[in-house]
């Protein structure tokens, strides 16, 4: 359930839970700007910088974030990426946000586009994302000490301690917080809160800040101002690599995950050359002609369920930005049949922000399927199809971004002390950049000198052309054991012929490209037989394209790693520096590829990451280390 909230005659919000109002309604704007953002030095501060990094403990209303953001928007100086992260242990509703922000008309647009991501926050780290991407929102949403510490490697240029008052809410400013928010500084990291409580002076000073009373907004005579400088070497839970800044990058692999990665490094000023041996962008496993993404979903809220989650908001977000609705792609419902007959949510899902992602099927969703009301079968709200070769192109047209297909990558070496070389089969330089990115999927495995224990998996599809004006067999996708997208455009036009395309088999081990036509046919079957597990009243309307012959065939080779979890990193810092991946997406490149996209850019820039600290370890390549 959401933070219930009271509003207060004089229209103040005020919290039960603490018994306090919410400071952000009490002088809220003039607070915000005078308490923390000026209190930081900023806007100043951030001048010229290629990023900034704001830790805020307490998000309430994000009155502070919003102002924040609306400096950012107002300054020719500012930087080219705005990090905002805040802990908040008991979110508010939507609509009560949506309520506390109104009321400052000219902050009415940004709080308009904050109310629309605000949703499913489940326990965990979550990432939204503005301006096109150049102003993320970090939430941690839990507890702020135990998030905090989690968070091995974040650091941060400003803090904002805004949680509610000391007497009521301790625990945000016990020393043991503080603390944790002190190791998320580095030198010269400036401090700023109203309180000016002797217990949270003393706290600071021992966590190796500078602190300073000034005068205060009213009806406050001081505030406080913080510096963190401690007489000491500060200890780091583990080695940070240190960050690498906008430079010259070659991304070898133009699919999903090469094209994810591109972007997010060209939206935060590198120059991307993308060497790929097709023509075309998405002629490998991305060229799929259309894919369902959505969340996985698993009784104990395993690590590829949370991971999913991350996953598809990131598809939702730049998916919205970049493609055309109903043309491109469609942020559809999905039904998910359990065909194995387990629940896959556990108990008390439905409850709450988790409502927001997957609930039991609805029993009109079943009908609409002609499935019996007691199967076992999920609703998945935030989730649709996507035709990936769209979403790769719309993605490699971020400005700094240089295609160069027709190059076919036969080997990457290092080349002095700080250069990597692509070569071709003949020996001959195609590019050379200080840092490699390879998102080549299944030519991964080659060019890494089969060092990671990687599988080829190849995979068909079924298609065909809607006959005339043929309705498909039902609303929205079905997925499960096997997935099908009912009806999705094949041109560029919403009104043109429409296709359906079911599978895909999981040919582990393969990758002979073309399939020969006995195993296209093998496959067919294949496929037919999971449409008839997932659909078995509706299946037999597709029967004769497949037993005329007339199906078409579609097929690629995908790669996995043995836990089924992709790779996003470094290839090994220590003897390969500069050598990153971002492959092994398997079969769900559509939910997790923009995230892993943004994941790896965050990992070299030293941000925050867009997800928790321990699904990003999981991720890494050091699992594979033999």
């Known amino acids: 359930m959401s933070e219930p909230v009271d509003w207060l005659p004089d229209g103040t919000p005020y919290n039960p839970r603490f018994g306090d109002r919410y400071r952000s309604e009490n002088g809220g704007l003039d607070q915000a700007r005078r308490v923390f953002l000026h209190g930081c030095g900023l806007p100043a501060a951030w001048a010229g910088q290629a990023q900034w990094r704001i830790l805020e403990t307490g998000f309430g209303f994000g009155l502070n974030f919003l102002v924040t953001w609306a400096a950012w928007r107002a300054d020719p100086a500012r930087p080219t990426l705005l990090h905002f992260a805040s802990t908040e242990a008991w979110p508010v509703s939507a609509c009560d946000l949506l309520r506390a922000t109104s009321v400052h008309p000219e902050l009415a647009p940004l709080a308009q586009e904050l109310h629309r991501q605000w949703w499913g926050l489940l326990p965990g780290v979550h990432r939204l994302r503005f301006d096109d991407g150049r102003v993320l929102l970090t939430l941690y949403v839990g507890d702020t000490q135990a998030l905090l510490r989690q968070q091995q490697g974040l650091t941060v240029d400003s803090v904002y301690l805004d949680g509610f008052s000391p007497r009521c809410n301790p625990e945000i400013w016990s020393p043991h917080t503080l603390k944790a928010v002190a190791r998320c500084c580095r030198r010269g990291t400036r401090l700023a809160t109203w309180t000016i409580a002797r217990a949270v002076r003393d706290a600071l000073a021992q966590c190796g800040f500078e602190v300073t009373r000034v005068p205060g907004v009213p009806p406050k005579r001081d505030n406080l101002q913080a510096l963190y400088a401690p007489r000491w070497e500060p200890r780091r839970a583990e080695a940070v690599p240190q960050p690498v800044p906008p430079g010259p990058c070659i991304v070898v692999g133009g699919g999903i995950a090469g094209a994810a990665v591109a972007a997010s490094l060209a939206r935060r000023g590198w120059q991307v050359q993308v060497l790929d041996q097709a023509l075309e962008p998405a002629a ?215 296709a359906w395309v079911m599978g895909s088999t999981f040919e582990r081990g393969v990758d002979a490209l073309p399939p020969s036509p006995a195993d296209q046919q093998v496959a067919h079957a294949a496929n037919q037989a999971k449409l008839q597990a997932l659909l078995p009243q509706l299946a037999p309307q597709l029967q004769l394209a497949f037993t005329s012959g007339q199906v078409r065939s579609w097929a690629a080779v995908r790669c996995t790693a043995p836990d089924r979890l992709p790779i996003v990193g470094p290839v090994d810092a220590q003897a390969l520096p500069g050598l990153w991946a971002c492959t092994a997406m398997g079969a769900r490149g559509l939910t997790l590829a923009l995230l892993c996209g943004e994941l790896l850019a965050a990992r070299l820039q030293g941000e925050p990451l867009p997800l928790d600290a321990k699904l990003a370890k999981a991720l890494g390549a050091e699992r594979l280390a033999s």
């Open 284 to 498: 490998g496993a991305s060229g799929l002609p259309a894919g369902v993404f959505a969340p996985h979903v698993s009784p104990d809220d395993s690590v590829l369920s949370r991971l999913s989650r991350s996953g598809v908001r990131a598809t939702l977000q730049q998916a919205a930005w970049r493609l055309r609705e109903g043309v491109d792609w469609s942020p559809c419902d999905v039904l998910e049949h359990r065909t194995d007959g387990t629940p896959g949510l556990g108990a008390g899902w439905s409850d709450g922000p988790g409502r927001d992602w997957s609930e039991p099927a609805p029993l009109q969703a079943l009908a609409d399927a002609q499935l019996p009301p007691a199967t076992a079968a999920c609703w998945h709200h935030q989730a649709g199809w996507i035709r990936p070769a769209r979403l790769a192109a719309a993605l490699l047209a971020e400005p700094g971004i240089r295609w160069q297909g027709g190059c076919r990558v036969a080997r990457l070496q290092p080349h002095g002390p700080d250069l990597w070389q692509a070569l071709d089969a003949q020996g001959r330089v195609l590019a050379e950049a200080p840092t490699v990115v390879l998102a080549a999927g299944a030519g991964s495995l080659e060019l890494l000198e089969h060092r990671w224990p990687l599988q080829p998996v190849r995979g068909q599809v079924s298609w065909d052309v809607h006959a005339g004006q043929a309705a498909p067999l039902v609303p929205t996708p079905v997925n499960g054991h096997g997935n099908l997208v009912p009806c999705f455009p094949l041109g560029d036009s919403p009104d043109g012929p429409h």
